[in-house]
């Protein structure tokens, strides 16, 4: 840790101003004394995750967490990305037309909910092929499925259409 800039707000001053989501982040330091960091300092500071799941502890500038713009939250849960009620599966399928629609009807995951699930969780779930002459059933990640480049689609109709592709 280098010394505090002489100038600038304290950290904890900064907390008190910013309800909720200073009271988190007083939470969430480490460090011995808080008091002594401010709020736009470049100094790594020693974090833990108020998630009770989570309670992950990593380095991070006091300034990435208290920028109004883009503040960085705890990378583990990052990694998570908890799914919400505005951020799931199943309102990215809402937001995306015919693609959407037809991916929540191939979705026939026993386990998980649409709505429990992000568009890029890693989670295998299962589907199912809408294709009458298909009906292929398999798992893969909703990752894999809903990204914009190249998405993954029904490895039995790619089967099925190299079989019906004539002899070249
Ligand atoms: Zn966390
Ligand atoms: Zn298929």
């Known amino acids: 840790m280098g010394r505090p800039k002489s100038s600038g707000k304290s950290f904890v001053e900064w907390c008190n101003e910013n309800g909720q989501r200073g009271a988190r982040l007083l939470l969430e330091c ?17 974090w833990k995750c108020a998630e009770e799941k989570c309670r992950h502890k990593w ?41 959407g629609k037809r991916l929540l009807e191939e979705f026939c995951d026993t386990e998980k909910k649409p709505e429990e699930l992000t568009k890029s969780s890693d989670y295998k779930a299962l589907w199912k092929c809408l294709h009458k002459r298909c009906k292929h059933e ?10 914009s480049v ?18 070249a």
């Open 150 to 167: 190249r998405p993954a689609g029904c490895p039995g109709c790619d089967r099925l259409r190299k079989k019906d592709a004539p002899d």
């Open 30 to 46: 480490r460090e011995k004394d808080p008091s002594k960091l401010t709020k736009a300092s470049h100094d790594k500071a020693l």
């Open 138 to 147: 398999w798992s893969a990640t909703v990752a894999s499925r809903t990204r």
């Open 59 to 99: 380095r991070a500038q006091v300034s990435d967490r208290t920028k109004s713009v883009k503040p960085r939250g705890c990378p583990k849960c990052a990694n998570r990305m908890p799914h919400s009620k505005t951020n799931n599966f199943l309102t990215w399928c809402d937001a995306n037309g015919e693609r």
